[in-house]
């Protein structure tokens, strides 16, 4: 098998996320049951750490305590509906059963999202608790009977990434009038919060009335009993995928691997004809198996894998293939299938415990999509040790003069690949060092020696996973509003600015780029896009504590990776990264963490993977784009160098050896010619 270059974590596999409390809850579950007061509710909590039952235990509250008439449950497919069937929850402990009246869940039945609105009418009408039906579903209901009809009711949306603030997305449309209204509790459920697109998921004044329960992916991996690593990679292949697919497939480990769309340029336009040379590559096909629908494979050593085909457009083989997937009496039995071949399925909610690689090729539409399928390989099963995630991205072609669909994909997946890193890594609290006040926090270890007042100091929570930093001339934010932003929502700013094509391009392959550019103009210009509620002070905070929350994980991966074993050990490896990194600085301060590009250990794994042609077409493309300064940001420029002279006593000078100095000097000037010609209202 190839090498695939990837991101690599560790976790300590100390059981915490998978134990039960007295009332049958998990770290999770009960973390969300300790609010289950609040009339709007957000619930961010990885794939297999409990969303649906943690609903169960707060609507049941809401229903018997809160005075609540009924639930409605909203998921985004027929399928997810499975999710919050009836569940046995006084047998762990719990004060009440889970149970939905069969007629009541709407995912079981028959007909189309439209006609089922009359059943959401009866349910409304009637004395039953409980229904579960999907997102289309819901929007036709709220359209006919309007908001007033669910007042006194919980609404709980799952897979909630799937609203957004956007005046086309119905669901948001319908969630903010509800809110407006204030007669219904909202409990909102997603993996994922960030959308993957410009969109916000809730406009501002809307997300500050919910309260968050976040639990991290950290916190999720590891406390299980038995998956201790994950790898994230990805790699480039030339010619058609399947030729290539063997050299990072490995037939003996449970895998899903999703083919890609018809319409992207890794799909050759015949799916059919993809599954099947899939099948070819893996071995001798034997046949069909009667009882599930699986095709059964004979490899060259002699073993016969059984396959899920869920391509097949036959829809009573694929009724019988994924009824086969789903059989309770199967969730267990490791061997009830080896393989599962998708397309458009298998993402989200989709529940197999078993498998250790999700195997995706070209690149998907949206960050989003890369968690959900990443989240298909993070469950927790006996003797299953470790799982990776492989994104197969077909190389730029160096001949081809026009590679603009490749080079998107490229970023893109370089924006994963970032963004993962980010979301694997513990939280990050930062605090400003002031010699004379600062101390040690309780429950916080600071390594060897402990806590040093005269120097930056690094404590770890083992049992909270956080990091607790302190940084010289941090900015602390003011509001309750962007105090929750650098606690919860760091995540979500990151993902915004690895989105951000110019941003990409230009910490990737300008090769007289000052980081400041990135660090400063361009986050800082994302932020007050995000949050145009904020002062400038607490924009400036978010925009720190969301740098140095990147740039120090991409520093700690370096470091411990740079050890020279291949094999990953403790889960201190990122925790000791970080430290190293802090205690080899002379002070770690925000100029220090400013002029570091983050995008340079994303460069140095890109350059490995890819070949030295395809990267030069990729690097040239990116350099014909190149524009001088914009208004816009000549004028966030001159603003740095206004604060930059409240500071230092003197403007910046443009024969400066600083590049950032002299850079703020080019904007400052730029600004004054674009003033002169009118160019700002």
Known sequence: MASVQSVSVSYAQSGAS???????????????????????????SPPASGKSRALMFIALDKLANQGLRQAIIVVPEKS???SFADEPLAKYGFWADWTVTPKWNLCNAPGEDGGKVNSVGAFLESDDKVLVCTHATFRFAVERFGVEAFDDRLIAVDEFHHVSASPGNKLGLHLADFIARDKAHIVAMTGSYFRGDAEAVLSPGDEAKFDSVTYTYYEQLNGYEWLKRLDIGYFFYSGAYADDILAVLDPDEKTIIHIPSVNSRESTKDKIKEVNHILDALGTWEGVDDATGFQLVKTAAGRTLRIADLVDDDANKRARVLAALKDPAQKNNRDNVDMIIALGMAKEGFDWIWCEHALTVGYRASLTEIVQIIGRATRDAPGKTHARFTNLIAEPDASESAVTEAVNDTLKAIAASLLMEQVLAPRFEFKPKNPATSTATPGFDYGEGGYKADQCNVGFHEERGVFQIEIKGLTEPKSPEANRICREDLNEVIASFVQDKPTMERGLFDEELVPEELTQLRMGKIIKDKYPELDEQDQEAVRQHAIAALNLTQQATRIAAGDGSSEPGANTALIDGVRKFAMDVRELDIDLIDRINPFQEAYAILAKTMSEESLKQVAAAIAAKRTSLSPEEAKDLAQRAVRFKKERGKLPA????????KRMAEGAAAFVRYKDEGRYD
């Open 18 to 44: 998978t134990k039960a409390n007295a009332l049958g809850m998990r770290a999770m579950q009960e973390r969300a049951y300790e609010k289950r007061g609040e009339q709007y509710l957000l619930i961010k």
């Open 654 to 661: 443009i024969s400066s050896t600083d590049a950032w100095e």
């Open 80 to 82: 997810i509906g499975a």
